[in-house]
């Protein structure tokens, strides 16, 4: 008795298995695909994110500037006499260009301003009048609200950035951020002196 099967049969069961495989290879590539563009969307969000955050920390060193600035106003008119404790504010802002996105400036034009709130603060220790003055009391308050804003801003960014260089790094998302030329971020990071805020003391 002959138990061989037809080559008809054959040829079907073959063409069965060649679909099962096309199919498999086109889920694959779809499922790749789908990886590869939600991994690229995700690294593309990031950096939406990351410029959102640069852009909180910009507006707060420019509002720090300003109320900086307006204190040392005040306490250049109590203490005509202390020009080598007091800096020259109009060199702090020579080298930074408000919306640049240029994390370093950022940090240079922070760690300026940290000079200055300190050398107000030791003007002002020899100047008890300015402690009762209402308006250097309102700016100091102001100050200490902007710094809080800049800090919480700051670490919203560090944060973004901690994700996302952690993410181009790690294997296979790599491979991802080598095709899309996606590199690490800096971070924004406090002169070593004023790693606390920003204490205005009276």
Excluded at 36 to 41: G, T
Excluded at 55 to 74: E, P
């Amino acid at each position: 008795m002959n138990h061989m099967k037809p080559a008809s049969t054959l040829i079907g069961i073959g063409a069965i298995v060649g679909i099962v495989i096309a199919a498999v290879v086109v889920i694959l590539i779809i499922a790749l695909v789908s990886w590869w563009v939600k991994k690229m969307n995700f690294f593309r969000q990031m950096q939406v994110k990351i410029k959102e955050a640069l852009s909180g920390i910009d507006v707060a060193l420019t509002k720090r500037y300003d109320l900086l600035t307006k204190q040392y106003n005040i306490v250049k008119g109590y203490a005509k006499h202390e020009n080598e404790t007091l800096v020259d504010v109009t060199k702090m802002r020579a080298n930074y260009h408000e919306g640049s996105g240029d994390v370093k400036a950022m940090n240079d034009f922070n760690n300026q301003m940290n000079q200055l709130s300190k050398s107000i603060n030791i003007v002002i220790e020899k100047y008890p009048e300015l402690k009762a003055n209402t308006m250097f009391i309102s700016l100091s308050n102001s100050c200490t609200e902007v710094e809080e804003h800049l800090q919480a801003s700051r670490r919203l960014f560090n944060a973004n950035v901690s994700t996302y260089n952690q993410a181009i790094v790690t294997f296979p998302g790599s491979i991802v951020a080598s095709a899309i030329h996606a590199t690490p971020e800096e971070f924004f990071k406090a002169d070593e002196e004023k790693r606390q805020d920003v204490k205005m003391e009276f």
